[in-house]
């Protein structure tokens, strides 16, 4: 199994940016699939952006931009002109079973690995 740890939430002002960072360790996982989800309180959990492991980036999000260094076993979100409603608590997931070279996976059930989540949030 893969352990991940979430580094980089913290507190800033509408129209700032952050750098997330997921740290992988356990397996290698060049080879799987990766992605941020967020969950604001009283919200479901929800997909923002995932890279496959072919290296193709997805974002649900124009200011938000996905991509991984295998060498380093991270992934990175970075998360431009934020604004309140991108407070959330950020979390990194990786499915380590099965997957296609390019193909992201949108759901919370098809990852099985998750990180604890790391706080963002967003000042107007």
């Known amino acids: 199994q893969v352990q991940l740890v979430e580094s980089g939430g913290e507190l800033v002002q509408a129209g700032g940016s952050l750098r997330l960072s997921c740290a992988a360790s356990g397996r290698v996982f060049s080879s799987y699939p990766v992605a941020w989800f967020r969950q604001a309180p009283g919200k479901e959990r929800e997909f923002v952006a995932g890279i496959t492991w072919g290296g193709d980036g997805d974002s649900v999000k124009g200011r938000f931009t996905v991509s991984r260094d295998n060498a380093k076993n991270t992934v990175a979100l970075q998360m431009n002109s934020l604004k309140p409603e991108d407070t959330a608590v950020y979390y990194c997931?990786?499915?380590?079973?099965?997957?296609?070279?390019?193909?992201?996976?949108?759901?919370?059930?098809?990852?099985?690995?998750w990180g604890q989540g790391t706080q963002v949030t967003v000042s107007s």
């Open positions: 997931a990786v499915r380590s079973r099965g997957a296609a070279y390019r193909t992201t996976y949108f759901l919370p059930s098809e990852y099985d690995s």
